[in-house]
């Protein structure tokens, strides 16, 4: 697996038959790095002994935009005895590609015309409409003008994520306290703040993603139930500080702030939400203020699972089905997992409905052309 460009991570399981092939081996164990340049056959790049006893092993990789294999096995009387072959990993370029850099501007697109593939927008009627402005709510106007003069836009983006914990069979365990926390510090404090802008119309827009972990778990009786019972020692604890801390200057109104904070949070929770903070969420999307975007069914790593593309494909429209399970319409947006990007995934995307997601800085400054504006403009795809 790759660790770093230049870096590669080898490990290895070890079955009864290969234990018995170097058991009875009298020669040296060596590894063969194999690359593909430019699609061409696997070539040996690099050889080196290694010792078999070991789990894993870290290995230098001078290549980029390549594609490499390991070949392990056993030196005897001059030939070389292949017993294991890894995975092919593909390392990514470090530097943009050779082709001229290409540049379609803003204008094209809200032509709804497609520089690249020649038809409709791929952003609907008004290509970013969803950026520029919140959707005209009944009876009332827009809440931001579009501004014909302007330079530039700032889009707001959460990334809310947390991979999936459920131990039905402990009351109390350490892991579902980052669901918790999660709740407490991050999930119900923006619905809150969220809900008073939309009730007071003040404008505000904000694009977050809700990955189906994260959705799995928040809608999960078990965990819903559990977390209501956090909350009540949370507020049990916090009552008993007030106590404590009355006559300390220093932390009673912390500790007072504190209990006015979990004691609504409480209250919202049971009353206001339900238990059910998902369904919160999607109505601030209705209200125009909210923006969710979708992500991969288990927030796999991508670019480490292109080795085999239905993998990537199953994450992808896995993800976007349960986006649509869960908040009643498929997401326009996508946050790509750890933002990694590989060639080809933006055809994937685009079959699944996407119209746009979020990369790491790398994607643009490797791109096969180089963006003009660098990271301060969007990247329109060859797929759309």
Known sequence: MLVHPRRLFLYWIKDDALEQAIASASGVARLYLEASIAGEPFAEV???????RAPGWYLPFGQSDCRVRARLGITEGGNFRSLLLSN?????????????????????????????????????????????????????????????STLGYLAMVLHAHLPFVRHPEREYFLEEHWLFEAITETYLPILDILGHLSRDHVPARLTMSLTPTLMAMLRDKLLTEKYARHLDRM????????????NEAGFATTAGFYQDRLLRFRSMFHEEFRKDLVSQFARLEEAGVLEIIGCAATHGMLPALAINPEAVKAQVLLGVSEHRRQIG???????????AYFEGLGE??????????????????????????NLHAPILCPSG
């Open 46 to 52: 690099d050889q080196r002994e290694f010792d078999f």
């Open 88 to 148: 092919e990993v593909r390392v990514p370029r470090e530097r943009p590609g050779r082709e001229q850099e290409t540049w379609h501007d803003l204008w094209d697109l809200r032509k709804n015309r497609s520089p690249v593939q020649g038809g409709s927008s791929p952003f609907g009627q008004k290509p970013w409409d969803g950026i520029v402005q919140p959707p005209t709510t009944a009876g009332r106007a827009s809440a931001v003008a579009p501004m014909p």
């Open 235 to 246: 507020c049990e604890l916090a009552r008993r500080e007030v106590g404590r801390t009355k």
């Open 329 to 339: 319409r498929a997401p326009r947006g996508f946050w790509l997992p750890e933002c």
């Open 348 to 373: 994937i995307l685009a079959e699944a409905g996407v119209e746009y997601f979020f990369v790491d800085a790398h994607a643009f400054r490797a791109a096969s052309r180089r963006p003009r504006l």
